[in-house]
Structures are given as C-alpha cells and as structure tokens.
C-alpha cells in the first residue's frame, strides 16, 4: 500500500514537468532562433556580407538612374536590393551547420523538422529584416526620396514581403545545402517562385514611398501578398519533415 | 507488348498530324490576320500538351512522395521534359504569331509574362535534378520542387492578370469563333499532340528506368 502510494505520486509528478505540445512547440522555435541569432551575432559573418552588399547595390542605382526615375520605381529598385541582399543570409542558414556535421545532430535532436524550419525561417527574418530596416534610410538619404510619408503601411508591407522571401529562401536553404553550386541554384530556384510575392511588393513599395496610401485599387496586391506568405508557409511546414529526413 | 501500344499511338499521332496538316493548308486565309492565324492549330494544343505534362508531373510527383516508387519519380521527369519541350514551341509559336499580328516577338502581357515564368520554373525542376547527386534525394528534392512549381502557377497567373493583360482572348470560351470543320482539325490536333506527348513521355520514362538499373549496377560493380 505504501508503495503503490509512492509510485502514484511520481507518476502524477510527471505530467507537471511536461508542457502542452502547443506551448512546447513554440518553445522549439524558439530555441532553434536563438541558437541561430546567437551564432549569426557572434560571426556577423552573413549579415556583414548582406548589408555591405545592400549598400553597394543602393550606392550602383544612383550611377545607373536619374533621380526622378529612382522616385518611380522605388518599389521595384528596393525589393531588387532587399531580395539579392537576402539571399546572402539565406545562403548561410543552413550552410552554416554543415561543418562538424551540425546539421546531422540538429535533425537527430528531438526537435519536430517543422519546429527547425520556423526558427531558422524567423531567424533569417530578422536577419534580413535588419538589413532592410538599415537599405530603407541610406535609399531615402542618397536619393533624395521621403520615404517616410506612409511609415508604418510600408512597415506592414515590408514585414510580409520579407516573410514571403524568408519562408521561400529557408525551405530552399535547406533544398539546397547538400547539392553542387548551391549559391547559384538557390537564387535560381527561389527568385522565380518569388515572382508573385515579389511584384505585389513592388507595387505597394512604389506607392506608399510615393506617399499614396492603399487604396481599394491596391488592396488585392495585400491580399495576394497575405496568401502567398500562407500558402507558402502552410507547404513548407508540411514538406520540410521530407526533404531534411527523407 | 508495351513497345507496340506506344508505337502504335505514335503511329495514330503521326498520321493524324499529317491528316491535319494537309487540312489546314488547305484552309482559307482569314480576314484580318492572313494566314497567319493558323498557327493557333499548333499553338494551344502544345500549351494543352505541355500544361498535360504539368498535371502529370505533379501528380507523379506527389505519389512519389507517399510511396517513394521510383518509377513514379521516373515518369516525373519524364513528364516534366516533354512538357518542357511542348512549351517551349508553344512560346516559339505564339512569338512568331506576335511578330507578325503585333508587329513585337515578346510583350510583358499576363499570360506571356506567367507562361514564361512556367517554362522557367521547370527549367528550374531539370536544373536542380542535374544539381543533385545521391539518386534518393535527387528524387525527393525534385519532387519537392515540383509541387512548389506547381502551386506557383496559377498565383503567377493572376497576379500578373492584375499587372497587365493583352493575349487575345480564348476563341473557344471567350467569344470569337471557328467555323466547326475548323473546331474539328483544331481538336484532333490537340488529341494528336497530347498522344504525342504521352509516346515521347513513355520513351523517356523507359530510358530513365534503365539509366537507374545501369546506376545500380555500376555500384553493384563498384561495391564488388
């Protein structure tokens, strides 16, 4: 009697120490983040690349248009850099776990492929979001555009943007880390998916630096943005488990 | 057995073509475009083919992923190449068409734009598969990329729908008209390039099968 009394309480002990699956998945995600932030912080080696990279393409533009013609095609310019820039960091995701075999440990661990994939996808989001964050000022500033006028609309649209780019760039990250010329198949393969997310981006950039708010005649392009990040999300999430495992 | 059925429908394909072609040259100039226009008689059966090839990547390509058959991975690239290739004379085609109607080879209309990115996307499917070199991930990845490819398609579509648009539209569900004996060559065309379509896919289904066995055997030598 003593001892099954015993035993009921360290097995009621159990359940108490273990989280709800829900809660323990975010936990996961962002574990993996953190991880990733850490590393990146401490070689910046990605992001240097990216933002000097960003700059310089920014620092081209004003060689290669006219001020006046920069103001039109902000949207496009912008996203142009944002997306070239963004590759440099999505090219390292998983990269950089491949020395020391990290990579093989990271998909032993008991961590859920899907829980990997978002860490590493929000990781490379603020990544990337970061350099954005830095091109928009230095755009404004060397081409002479007041891009501030619809700040916080273009904050939404640059926020799901980068989420398209991010979502594309990571799950392709991970297609590609094994393969020969990864840094060339990864921009090859993830720029045309991109198109749609891409050129909604475009349209909405263009207009809010310009200072027009969305209107009824641009709000699809929101929508199609919100669906593409979605849809995307919702396949990758799905196929990451296949393409890491097998 | 399977030898003659696929000769035998590419037989039946051939000699419709010809049936077809000897049809069509026979046909009158139209009023506007001249002779011209009948290269509509070629042009939307390859799309049909090309998009049949599509479907049928998909489709082999997600039970791939279920099953993990690699003869479905097989007729995943297979499908993906001729598809390729019927798209690419159904671009060709509709440039010539632009050229002499438009008076321009290419414009950045929304069914150009999107057709363009299609034939792009799987470029990219044939890349990647050249990219990989373990056999096992190779067809997972492909796979993969396929249903991404895949979804891509139609989100292309209507977003550069919303961009621009300037292809005419359909002559069969959007207005316009075709005399029916003229419907009729237009649809065994179409049964014709689809029939073959599924030769030359059957051809290139049975080669890649048997590049697997020699692979396997290579390594079965090298193991020894």
């Known amino acids: 009697m003593q001892s099954m009394a015993s035993s ?39 992001i240097n690349a990216s933002l000097a990279f960003a700059l310089v393409i920014l620092l081209l533009f004003s060689f290669a248009f006219e001020e006046e013609t920069t103001r039109d095609i902000s949207g496009g310019l912008l ?39 978002l860490g590493k996808a929000l990781a490379n989001y603020f990544l990337v979001l970061a350099v954005e964050l830095v091109s928009l000022p230095v755009f404004g500033i060397f081409h002479n555009v007041n891009w501030t006028r619809q700040f916080w ?8 943007g980068t989420w398209a780019l991010t979502v594309i760039g990571t799950i392709f990250s991970a297609l590609t880390v094994n393969i020969r010329l990864r840094e060339v198949m990864l921009p090859m393969l993830t720029y045309p998916i991109l198109i749609p997310a891409l050129l909604a981006a475009m349209m909405l950039t263009t207009d809010l630096v310009a200072g027009k708010p969305i209107g009824p005649d641009t709000v699809s392009w929101l929508k199609m943005l919100i669906g593409f990040d979605i849809i995307y999300t919702a396949v990758s999430v799905v196929l990451v488990e296949v393409i890491l495992v097998g | ?23 069509i040259w026979g046909l009158p100039d139209e009023v506007n475009q001249g002779s011209v226009y009948k290269i509509i008689f070629f ?18 390509s997600v039970l791939f992923l279920i099953t993990r058959k690699f ?22 085609t509709g440039s010539i068409w632009g050229r002499q109607i438009w008076g321009i080879w290419w414009t950045w209309d929304a069914r150009l734009t999107s057709a363009l990115i299609c034939w792009i996307l799987y470029a990219g499917y044939l890349m990647l598969r050249r990219a990989v070199e373990e056999p096992t991930q190779r067809a997972i990845f492909a796979a993969v990329y396929s249903i991404f490819a895949f979804i891509d398609v139609p989100i292309v579509f209507f977003s550069i729908k919303w961009w621009r648009t300037q292809h005419p539209q359909p002559v069969f569900w959007g207005g316009g008209s075709f005399p029916p ?19 030359l896919t059957a051809v290139r289904y049975r080669q890649e ?16």
């Open chain 2, 43 to 60: 042009h939307v059966p390859m799309w049909a083919a090309g998009g049949t090839g599509a479907v049928t990547s998909l489709v082999a």
């Open chain 2, 181 to 199: 004996d003229w419907t009729r060559h237009f649809l065994w065309n179409m049964a014709a390039m689809i029939a073959l379509g599924v030769v």
């Open chain 2, 1 to 23: 057995m399977r030898d003659k059925i696929i000769y035998g429908i590419g037989i039946a394909a051939a000699a419709v073509i010809a049936w077809n072609l000897y049809a």
């Open chain 2, 209 to 224: 099968e048997a590049q697997r066995e020699i692979d396997s055997l290579r390594r079965m030598a090298h193991a020894l």
């Open chain 1, 79 to 117: 996203w142009i850099v944002f997306a070239f820039a963004g590759t440099l960091i999505l090219n390292r995701s998983f990269a950089r776990e491949q020395p020391n075999d990290c990579l093989d440990a990271l998909i032993a661990a008991p961590v859920p492929a899907a829980a990997l994939f």
């Open chain 1, 153 to 160: 609309q273009l904050m939404v649209v640059v926020a799901l």
């Open chain 1, 8 to 46: 009921s309480v360290s097995v009621a002990a159990i359940p108490e120490r273990r989280r709800p699956a829900a809660i323990e998945f975010v936990r996961q995600i962002f574990v993996v983040m953190v991880k990733d932030l850490r590393a990146e912080f401490r070689t910046k080696e990605a």
């Open chain 2, 71 to 92: 003869k479905l991975d097989a007729l995943a690239v297979a499908s993906t190449e001729v598809g390729l290739a019927f798209l690419t004379i159904g671009l060709a």
